[in-house]
């Protein structure tokens, strides 16, 4: 993350969109300017917060809004830049992995001080605990995208894949590895997983649940990638590339998708339930040519990611959120504002209309009661097979701290991620793999903090 960068190369290609204050000229409440620095969240998301903004403001005419709207790729460093110079947008859009980064700076607001236990208790609390650190809330879900693998279930079911089963009941590691052998053909391999450079974090999260790895530090606090579970997961990629049954080369993220549509991959991954829609958009292009070339037809699947033995079967799950943040003018009074606005945008058909969008429940009992009259575009195995990875989904531990997870993204930018680029490319083995990992890791936290043998 280029957090050092100018401040005017920052805001480069910003795009300021002002709600002008207007209303009631004899409101007592003064006069306020709330901004918020969003992604393409839904492909609409920007244009859609303009509504909703002129909808909060029909009651709170004081509040003008101003949304600094960022592409994906900008946003992190620009979200940075701006909080180290004090001058944080007072809500952003993160990811849970990144609310730590906010803490260390000092621009974290812990949000339960300007927001009632009756608003808090709308939200569900397994997702509010994404949003928690050292006991301490700094905002909102809107979310909990469960990422796991997509398949193209002809293929899958020729492999011998019982698809519904294992929909419903889950699979086992060598159930996994028999089928994606059996699917690896001349110019289409059996499991495909998003790899190249940052992605590569999202193998090791995503698929790590494996082998029992569900966040990045086991429920008393140890770093978990020191762990036996680990070595395992290594173990079971060098068995996946040596065998061919998956690339021994970086697939980036876009390209992963490509390959489960032309018929490339059997399997891939990461995968989410809006892939389903996405698949039926590309093969309906067919028809005007805007479909990828090559692409074949195909019923998508969502499907768990297997279970090696002795770990419990569990589903990935990220939370994407708002927090509020501090800045040079940030006030008392001005975060209670700030804070109410927050929770207007994270609930009711606000949320409802982000998580229809990307085909995921509400995390909050205003938003999906909104939901109820809404129907997606699913396979009712899909919608089920999502509804139960759903309740697969393990929130990371409570009282990891602003340094934990400060040192843990040290490990995985630094010493795992150019460290399983060796391995995908046959230049390492699992085994020297973890050992590297486990040497950095003792001495970035202290051997006591580490954990070894299996954990459960």
Same mark, same amino acid.
């Given at each position: 993350m280029k957090m050092k960068k100018v401040l005017a190369a920052a805001l480069t290609g910003l795009m300021v969109l002002s709600m002008a204050a207007c209303g009631d000229s004899g409101k007592s409440s003064k006069e306020d300017t709330i901004t918020i620095m969003v992604p393409p969240v839904?492909?609409?998301?920007?244009? /859609?917060?303009?509504?909703?903004?002129?909808? =909060?403001?029909?009651?709170?005419?004081?509040?003008?809004?101003?949304?600094?709207?960022? @592409?994906?790729?900008?946003?992190?460093?620009?979200?940075?830049?701006?909080?180290l110079a004090g001058e944080a947008p007072d809500i952003a859009e993160v990811s849970y992995g990144a609310v730590g980064t906010y803490v260390e700076m000092g621009v974290g607001v812990n949000i339960a001080d300007y927001m009632s236990k009756e608003r808090l208790d709308d939200y569900d609390q397994n997702a509010l605990d994404y949003m928690t650190m050292d006991n301490?809330?700094?905002?909102?879900?809107? =979310?909990?995208?469960?990422?796991?693998?997509?398949?193209?279930?002809?293929? %899958?079911?020729?492999?011998?894949?019982?698809?519904?089963?294992?929909?419903?009941?889950?699979?086992? =590691?060598?159930e996994f590895l028999e089928v994606i052998k059996n699917g690896t053909k001349e110019g289409c391999f059996g499991f495909v997983f998003a790899n190249s450079g940052a992605t590569t974090a999202d193998f090791v999260s995503i698929f790590g649940v494996a082998a029992g790895i569900s966040s990045n530090f086991t429920q008393d606090l140890k770093y978990v990638y020191t762990s036996e579970n680990m070595l395992s997961l290594l173990q079971a990629v060098e068995t996946m590339t040596t065998s061919g049954y998956m690339p021994n080369y @970086?697939?980036?993220?876009?390209?992963?998708?490509?390959?489960?549509?032309?018929?490339?991959?059997? %399997?891939?991954?990461?995968?989410?339930?809006?892939?389903? @829609?996405? !698949?039926?958009?590309?093969?309906?292009?067919?028809? /005007?040519? @805007?479909? !990828?070339?090559?692409?074949?037809?195909?019923?998508?699947v969502f499907l768990p990611v297997p279970t090696m033995a002795n770990a419990t079967e569990s589903v990935y799950g990220v939370v994407d959120g708002l927090i509020a943040l501090r800045n040079n003018n940030t006030t008392e009074e001005h975060l209670k504002n700030v804070c109410e606005f927050m929770d207007f945008l994270s609930s009711g058909e606000r949320a409802a209309a982000v998580d229809n969008a990307v085909y995921l429940s509400s995390v909050c009992e205003s938003g999906r009661k909104a939901q109820e009259s809404f129907t997606l575009d699913q396979s009712d195995l899909n919608a089920a097979a999502v509804e139960r990875a759903i309740t697969k989904v393990i929130a990371p531990p409570a009282g990891i701290t602003a340094e934990m997870n400060a040192n843990a993204k040290t490990m995985m930018d630094e010493t795992i991620v150019p460290k399983f680029q060796a391995l995908l490319a046959g230049e390492t083995t699992a085994q020297e793999v973890y050992d590297t990992i486990c040497k950095d890791a003792k001495n970035l936290f202290g051997e006591e903090n580490c954990a070894s043998g299996w954990i459960k």
């Open positions: 839904t492909g609409t998301y920007v244009e /859609d917060l303009q509504g909703w903004i002129e909808e =909060y403001r029909k009651d709170h005419p004081n509040i003008t809004v101003e949304v600094i709207a960022t @592409s994906w790729d900008e946003h992190t460093n620009k979200l940075s830049t701006m909080a301490t809330l700094y905002g909102l879900p809107l =979310y909990i995208t469960i990422q796991a693998l997509g398949g193209n279930r002809e293929m %899958l079911e020729a492999a011998g894949a019982d698809v519904q089963k294992i929909q419903t009941q889950g699979w086992t =590691y060598e @970086s697939v980036e993220a876009g390209q992963r998708l490509v390959m489960l549509e032309t018929g490339q991959t059997m %399997l891939t991954g990461k995968a989410m339930p809006l892939f389903e @829609s996405n !698949v039926k958009k590309n093969i309906a292009g067919k028809a /005007d040519g @805007s479909a !990828v070339e090559g692409t074949i037809d195909m019923e998508y």
